[in-house]
């Protein structure tokens, strides 16, 4: 009888500890939302309170300021700043236009990024992830700073919670383009989709969601040349090849690399990308701006 009550006593303790466990998990993600509502709330009312100041100063003008639409913006460019956000809006001729794009950060590999950028007078585009912006806001700041486009990538680029469901995905960009809004000072209005634009790892009809970014104004880019550094861990010269050897083929040719911690190689690689790159004939590298023509998948590439 013993024997028995003890392993109940035990099956009993097990059940708690299970229960705990789940207990404790929704109390994070709880947590988590939270701490992104709040950031959503602290974007508004900074919103709000710049736009009441905008249209105080603009009373008797035709329109708003403060309207987004009215407003110009470009992905990667400041609203305080109105000369800034031309500096991007016309592209250089040339019969090859190449954009480095980078997905996943901004993160530790980022400062080293902008200074080999910077080092070939590059301008690049940085589709950013939110959670990976909280942890590193200085190196966000200098991509728009440097003059680099600033695109979204989702804020928590966990497929099974932006993909659940329309409204899901629409939260996730209104958090993100708020707090990098917040952030920064721009309202980015380009987006990567997390896995691209043809996958299926949702149960979500993709459409649905392009068709949302199209009603409100945001472009999405996929890619036509891809590293391959995403998977396992290429040498520097494989990534130098992925990036460089198809690059003629296009008249836009929109690389796709990563901006995370492991992409050591990636990083090596860079210089080597930008010396041949530059060294085509009539080709250049430009950021993403609203004249570029976008590169969606299940599209006819330029």
Not at 206 to 230: C, F, H, P, R
Request: proline share 2%; net charge negative.
């Amino acid at each position: 009888m013993l024997m028995i009550s003890v392993i109940l006593l035990i099956g009993l303790c097990a059940v708690l500890l299970v229960r705990i466990r789940a207990l404790n998990g929704k109390i994070t993600d709880l947590t988590a939302q939270v701490k992104r509502l709040a950031q959503v709330t602290a974007g508004q009312q900074a919103l709000l309170e710049q736009l009441t100041e905008e249209a105080q100063a603009a009373m008797g003008n035709d329109a708003v300021v403060g309207d987004r639409e009215n407003q110009g913006q470009e992905g990667g460019q400041a609203l305080e700043d109105p000369a800034a956000s031309q500096e991007n809006t016309e592209e250089i001729a040339a019969a090859h236009k190449v954009y480095l794009t980078f997905d996943d950060g901004p993160g530790t590999n980022t400062q080293d990024i902008l200074d080999i950028l910077a080092e070939y007078d590059v301008k690049a585009t940085f589709f950013v992830v939110g959670e990976a912006c909280e942890k590193a806001e200085e190196e966000l700041k200098k991509i728009v700073e440097a003059g680099h486009t600033l695109g979204m990538h989702s804020y928590s680029h966990v497929y099974q919670e932006i993909y659940a469901s329309r409204e899901d995905f629409i939260w996730d960009v209104n958090v993100l383009q708020d707090y990098l809004h917040q952030v920064t000072g721009v309202y980015p209005d380009i987006y990567r989709f997390p896995g691209g634009s043809s996958n299926h790892v949702g149960t979500v009809d993709m459409q649905e969601l392009k068709d949302y970014l199209n009603e409100i104004g945001i472009t999405w880019y996929d890619w036509n040349v891809s590293s391959g550094d995403a998977t396992g861990h290429l040498s520097k010269e494989q990534i130098v090849r992925n990036c460089t050897e198809d690059v003629e083929k296009y008249g836009e040719a929109v690389i796709l690399l990563h901006d995370a911690a492991d992409k050591k190689t990636t990083l090596q690689a860079l210089p080597e990308i930008i010396e041949a790159i530059l060294a085509m004939d009539d080709t250049i590298i430009v950021p993403i701006t609203k004249e570029t023509i976008p590169i969606q998948h299940g599209k006819a590439k330029s």
